[in-house]
């Protein structure tokens, strides 16, 4: 049983598939980063994801083309993510339970548009797998990393740059300041709210990438609920990686390559109970917060809303 | 002692309630924008909800029924909510406490209902307590945040269901039979909770009105209540007054769990009469355990206004079904309907901060504002 696992193709097939499940948690999580950098927490993520992944599979099955999906659900993802700078900057919502609210519209309005507008599970052709030249004839390596679809490819780019527009540039320093110190950032003439705005927009627009990444590159279909808590898990993670990019990829593979081996498990038919494989991720992501958490701190002013003392 | 001031107070205090109350409104008038877009009249639809929920004795019966499980979580995130502990787990906690439940009637069969019942509720409750307990030990000992474990423990607990219904608890008839749906044997109808009218309303109801009340007490006139209070305000204050705020935590999340685990051992005993999964938690639980926190912000985590807020929400649920009945609006539109009350009630609650921000600084100002109070001492004061 166990030798069938160590195969050297299961392993190969593991470990690219791994890499495939990594790209929903990437986009989603490194948006939040960024959200959660400047302090706030948006834990409406999973459902910007739902209507991301709707907009972009109704566009891409209406006109058939995958682009068109992408912007649509890119436009979308900026639209909520507009929504919730406006209800935590403005408005100084509690940001755990707006949060919900957002969720919750998200799920609800998906699957409303999903029922009025197709009604019946559809599927489109994805994004296609671009081999990459010379690097994906490498046996092995190639193919686990250099033979996945042009959003996979996107997920990892944003990775590095992610951890550059946060380290090494004046906007990372100002999303880092007011997530520390929002007091002192604005006696310095910082936006509060435009950075805010700023990074929460982003994040919406991750959001509905990573929504459109399961509906037309990963899974391509669209049905209710889609994403079953995918990102609740992604603002896990963002805790997991100690809110650095490179921590968040650690954890995002992690997590994914646990996922990964949950299904191959089942695929070789070895006797453990489905449902329980389905548990190991969360029940390592719990332990994982357990030994992390413990050891970093999150950025001083998370889900504190800011207003300008007299 | 008729200070204009405390008037003032008290309209205040008025406005204050009502809020939430606009903000629905807001919320339901953009509901009626998207009725609109869905080619169904906001009025007609409107109106087939509040009949769906009020129009007969069976409508209101289902009303109270469908609000029972939301007052039970409500009630546990007014403790863990007011403990300073946000508590998304409501959702994992009724699923465990509906198999606790589920496990001590299908196990005891011919044992006496007096017995059985009160043990079943206890089981539900132990079993949600453990699964608030485990995110409040890893908030207080391990500092683990408390949303993302307890959002983790609702995913944990769904596999856990689904894996006792594949084939441990499954029930022997689907066993046999070629569909394999995942549900147990129905519980023997001796251990069903008394129907009080004869509608589906069942006894659970008053048990969830009666323990709001014991919250209620238990919160505002026991020192256990007035210590969790305490931590929720001020953990640091409560530090220095010699309060194990770390031991409060985790109580404040364990009984938040158990209060939703006995609204699932009520779910069971009350209207399924057995456990059964769809995959998710919501084919068992309708979404009660977030809808139960939106009803408990809803009446501003007390437990006796978390009573009407239950109900007006089971009223929007039943009515979600009428309306989809007879107009063909998908119940979705609820589902995100309920997310815009969610989202326009946290919002709304910049009004009432402002003003209660204003009142300290006016309390503040006050004694220069009347000269002769200045130079007194506290205790000095004449009428």
Same mark, same amino acid.
């Given at each position: 049983m166990i030798t069938e696992l160590l195969s050297l193709n299961v392993l190969i097939g593991i470990a690219t598939s791994g890499i495939r499940l990594a790209t929903p948690y990437l986009y989603a999580a490194i948006g939040e980063t960024f959200g959660q950098r400047s302090g706030v927490l948006n834990l409406g993520v999973d459902g910007m994801m739902l209507l991301g992944a709707y907009a972009g599979f109704y566009v891409a099955f209406t006109t058939g083309n995958l682009w068109f999906g992408l912007l649509a659900a890119i436009i979308v993802g900026a639209v909520m993510g507009l929504a919730m700078a406006f209800i935590s900057v403005n408005l100084q919502a509690e940001q755990g339970i707006s949060g919900i609210g957002i969720y919750l519209f998200g799920l609800g309005m998906s699957d409303l548009l999903f029922q009025k507008t197709l009604g019946t599970v559809e599927t489109v052709k994805g994004f296609r797998s671009i081999s990459v030249p010379y690097l994906s004839d490498i046996p092995i390596i190639g193919e686990i990393f250099f033979q996945h679809n042009i959003l996979v490819y996107g997920a990892f780019a944003l990775v590095p740059l992610a951890w550059f527009v946060l380290n090494k540039t004046t906007l990372g320093l100002k999303i880092r300041a007011v997530g520390e110190n929002t007091q002192a950032a604005d006696s310095l003439g910082v936006s509060v709210s435009g950075v805010r705005y700023f990074t929460l927009t982003l994040g919406g627009i991750l959001s509905g990438i990573a929504g459109a990444s399961l509906s037309i590159a990963l899974l391509n279909v669209f049905q209710?609920?889609?994403?079953?808590g995918l990102g609740f898990i992604a603002v896990a993670l963002v805790y997991f990686g100690s809110w650095r990019p490179g921590g968040v990829l650690f954890g995002s593979l992690i997590f994914s390559l646990v996922n990964a081996l949950q299904v191959w498990v089942q695929v070789l038919g070895i006797d453990i109970p489905s449902d329980i494989a389905v548990m190991m991720p969360y029940v390592l992501t719990i332990l994982v917060l357990v030994f992390t958490v413990q050891r970093t701190r999150p950025p001083s002013a998370l889900t504190k809303p800011f207003e300008r003392g007299e | 002692m008729q200070n204009p001031l405390l008037k003032k107070l008290d309209f205040e205090k008025i406005v204050d309630a009502l809020l939430p109350v606009l903000a629905t409104f807001a919320a339901l008038a953009v509901g009626a924008v998207m009725l609109v877009l869905l080619g169904a009249n906001p009025l007609q639809a409107y109106a087939a909800m509040v009949e769906g929920a009020f129009g007969s004795t069976n409508s209101l019966a289902d009303t109270i029924v469908r609000a029972t499980p939301l007052l039970m979580v409500g009630l546990g995130i007014c403790i863990s909510f007011r403990g300073g502990v946000i508590n998304i787990g409501g959702e994992g906690q009724l699923v465990m406490g509906a198999i606790g439940a589920t496990v001590v009637g299908l196990w005891l069969p011919e044992v006496p209902a007096f017995f059985v019942v009160p043990l079943a509720m206890l089981a539900g409750f132990l079993a949600g307590a453990i699964w608030g307990g485990i995110p409040g030990a890893l908030k207080a000992y391990f500092n683990v945040n408390e949303i993302l474990s307890t959002i983790m423990m609702n995913a944990i607990a769904v596999q856990f269901m689904n894996y006792l219904l594949r084939?441990? $608890?499954?029930?022997p008839d689907q066993f046999n039979a070629a569909s394999k749906i995942p549900q147990t044997a129905r519980l023997v109808q001796a251990f069903d909770l008394p129907r009080?009218?004869?509608?589906? $309303?069942?006894l659970g109801a008053g048990i969830a009105v009666v323990l709001a009340i014991l919250v209620y007490l238990f919160l505002w006139r026991t020192s256990i209540g007035y210590r969790i209070r305490a931590v929720g305000l001020n953990p640091d204050a409560s530090r220095y007054a010699g309060i194990d705020v770390k031991r409060y935590i985790v109580l404040s999340l364990l009984l938040s769990g158990a209060f939703a685990g006995l609204g699932g051992a009520i779910q069971i005993l009350g209207v399924h009469h057995r456990m059964f999964t769809d995959g998710s938690a919501m084919g068992f639980t309708g979404s009660a355990g977030f809808n139960g926190i939106v009803a408990a912000l809803f009446g501003k985590l007390h437990p006796i206004g978390t009573i009407p807020a239950s109900f007006l929400f089971g009223a929007l649920l039943v009515g979600a079904n009428k309306l989809q009945r007879v107009m063909q609006v998908p119940s979705a539109f609820i589902i995100a309907l309920n997310g815009l009350v969610v989202v326009f009630v946290v919002s709304s609650e910049i009004w009432s901060r402002r003003r209660s921000r204003r009142r300290m600084s006016m309390s503040e100002t006050l004694p220069e504002l009347d000269g002769s109070n200045k130079l007194k001492k506290p205790g000095e004061t004449q009428i």
């Open positions: 209710v609920n889609l994403t079953n | 084939d441990p $608890l499954l029930d009080l009218v004869p509608t589906r $309303l069942h």
